[in-house]
């Protein structure tokens, strides 16, 4: 089979198009033929060394978490599938197992014609007609961290909330959320996504780098890394709340304020729900490239401003 692989630690432009054996499922697995899956920034930080410490990869490894596909053959004891089942969600390396859930979903890598997962989460299940194998793709990891957002900080009718990030694909994901939950969206962004944003949602659009306004009720962080949040703390009302998905994990001195709420939202066993609850929602999808262009696609996605999601189609 044909799949993206990285041979080493390094970036993506070190990555190539190899021949790969088709992987068997095991028991309690599902393979699957791959018609599509969507970029994520774990494709580019995981081989790039920057766990391997935690979590040692082992090469060739094929990246991708994201899938839409086709149940070509199961394992052992799986009884929620059988082929030809249309199906699509989310999946780690399996690498990644020690720093994972609880029932986590691991994988062999989606960016490849055909794919390895495990049966038993909620991070997989049926694709209905009614929603397109690429908007499948592309839905699985801003789902699912959207809708933990929205659990987590439970936003109110009313109340003013700092998007930091919102171009990306969790933001564009988020947004229609925040303005039907009757919020005030400050979300910042570069100024040529501004019409998109407030399409999206946005009250008002400011860039990267300019001041807060005061007063906020809620900040949600999505880009930054969490010790460079001071900024966002300051603009918060007492009492506010200030939550992130980035790393490191967020502690008090990292902000110098004991008067509001300040938390990492993660989760990774599916308490928030699963792919039956994501399919849903709406994913902003900017860009589609081939298996034969995704080198390209996820150097692109590395080095340049991207909006939304971007998928490759096998």
Known sequence: MKAIVATDYG????????DLPIPDPGPGQIQVRIAAASINPGDIVIPSGA????????????PGNDFAGT?????????A?????????????????????????????ALAEYAVFEAGTPFITHRAAALPIIEAAALPTVGLTARALMATAQPQPGETVLLIGA????????LPLLKQAGTHVIATGHPNDKDLLRKLGAESVISYDDPYPPDIDLALNLVLPTDRLQRAATALRPGGRLFTITFPPPRPEMIDRTDIRFELVLDLD???????????LSPTITATYSLSDAVE??????????VGKVVIIL
């Open 297 to 306: 696609a996820l150097t692109t996605f590395a080095r340049d401003h991207t």
């Open 81 to 109: 599938y059988r082929p030809g089942d249309e199906v699509f969600g989310h999946a780690v390396p399996r690498a990644l197992r020690a720093m994972a859930g609880a029932n986590p979903s691991m994988t062999t890598g």
């Open 11 to 18: 970036p993506p432009e070190s990555y190539v198009l190899a």
């Open 270 to 280: 599916g308490r928030f729900g699963g792919m039956a609850e994501v399919a849903a």
């Open 51 to 62: 766990y391997r410490t935690q979590a040692p990869l082992t090469f060739p490894h094929v």
């Open 167 to 174: 171009t990306g694909g969790v933001g564009t994901t988020l």
């Open 71 to 79: 149940v070509t053959a199961v394992g052992d004891d799986v009884t």
